[in-house]
């Protein structure tokens, strides 16, 4: 269930948006997402492994936050120091959201990632303001294909930080894009947690999750060694560029809702006039956030003219998961998401 952005599966029919039930949730915590925006439940719990908390939240239009990696410990785990997959809330309301990760939050020793300190008070966090925060807007962090309708709805939605009292510039961080060696860590670690159920069982893989095992056999070690490193010297990229400021906005996802059918060519295939012909350009906002580590937030911020959600993203410093949630509740005072409803039958 964890391994694309679509939200279905081989033994029943696909999950569905509820603002339109012909386009997909996102996924891979896609059901928390359509359960939240359809008013199921006010709470639901995600993994972000390379998006899958904030991919649904934002085509579904609910506020979700992946929290500063290990701030939410995560037992038990396959593969503990792969050091990406994050656990964190989905909600209606931020105010929810802060009141779910208190709960959640707080050190566990069978993790040996997890943050060795209680959580902060995050609920208080939400009455703070942002007077002098230092906030950057990126439409496209310099490389990633963004549907205009989208990014004029981001833009327009980060434009209003300014009038939150924040110091916002636009600017391109000028990190080099991490998609290559991304993708093959991401296919080696799925391929590697997978590969024997694959041999036994192959009708239980999806095409799309047996390519990816493909893909990962033709990996070299060297090969899977130097996308770490270049991990490690992304880190040091994106950790230089918050020296400088305190809030990175984005648009989360570049494009809304696509189609929800299961099949071969799941997703746009063109984006912005750019191809984008595998899942991973489609998550150009959300993974990289993973491999930092950094706290980063899917907030409502308005509707295409399909009538489908868009997100804004708000990313953080490192363990600094207080300062986005004052963002986001701030943001939400400005302009409230949460008395929207979709048009259910």
Sequence with gaps: FGHKDN???LIGPPCRNPWRLDRTSGASSGGAGAAVAAGLGPLAHGSDGAGSIRIPSALCGVFGLKPSFGRVPNHPNADYWAARSHVGPMTRTVRDAALLLGALAGPDPRDPLSIDSPPEDYLAACDGDLKGLRVVW?????????DPEVRAIA???????????CKLEECAPGWPDPGAFHKVMYEVNVA???????????????PSLMQMIENARRVSAIDHSKALLARSVFYGEVFQFFETCDLLLTPQMPVGAWSAEPGPNQGPKQIGGRPTPTMFDRLAFTFPFNLTGQPAASVPCGFTSEGLPVGLQV??????????????????????WAKARP???
Excluded at 155 to 165: K, V
Excluded at 192 to 206: C, D, L, T, Y
Excluded at 322 to 334: D, G
């Design 7 to 9: 939200c279905d599966n």
């Design 138 to 146: 990126s439409a496209d962090l310099g490389y990633a294909a963004v």
């Design 155 to 165: 833009e327009a939605a980060a434009r209003r930080f300014a009038d939150l009292g």
């Design 192 to 206: 590697v947690r997978q590969v024997g159920r694959a041999a036994e069982h192959p009708e239980w893989i999806e």
């Design 315 to 336: 990313v953080g410093r490192w363990h600094a998961d207080s300062t986005v949630f004052r963002a986001a509740a701030c943001f939400e005072a400005i302009q409230p």
């Design 343 to 345: 048009p259910l039958p």
